[in-house]
């Protein structure tokens, strides 16, 4: 598709607006700051509970473009390439329908894993589709510490021989 507009000289662009989210925009700061030296691995798990009870429809349906990849995952995904500064060259995972309709043909759930073309690592594992929902949890670990972003709201910043420091987002 870039390409395509780019030969059509249209704009082309896509809206990865989880990039401006306060928290996740303070953790990318954070490791550009080199707080914890130079990041390493990135690894986020959420499990949400919208789909689940929810009538069929179009997320539902993998010819009509739906699963959780394309409606979630790809904004993690973003999120690797622009917090490391670097593309995906190798990646793997496996897919699951922990809680959608029977007849649902898309995944509602994956878990994943990546690598990055400047050797950094990512690995995913969610779904929202799950029994529960559970707070949304991103660690990054570094050469010299970690920080990790818990619901959205609370990010900790962990270096050895350091207090934590801890930054709060409203929900």
Known sequence: MRDRARDAGVLHFLNFEFRFNESWAKLKQVADDGIIGAPVHLNWTFYGSGLRGRKYGWINDRERGGGWIGAYG??????????????????????????????????????????????????????????????????????????????????????????????????
Do not use: K
């Not at 793997?92 to 690598?115: C, H, L, M, N, Q």
């Not at 962990?158 to 709060?168: I, K, L, N, S």
């Open 74 to 171: 790809s904004h993690l995904i973003d999120y690797a390439r622009w917090l490391f500064d670097s593309e995906v060259v190798d990646c793997g995972g496996v897919t699951r329908i922990d809680g959608s309709p029977p007849e649902a043909t898309a995944e509602d759930a994956y878990s994943a894993w990546f690598t990055m073309a400047n050797g950094c690592t990512a690995s995913h594992d969610t779904g929202f589709a799950a029994a529960v929902p559970l707070a949304p949890r991103a660690t990054l670990l570094g050469s010299a510490g970690s920080i990790e972003l818990t619901a959205d709201t609370t990010l900790v910043v962990y270096r050895p021989g350091e207090d934590p420091q801890t930054f709060e987002f409203p929900p």
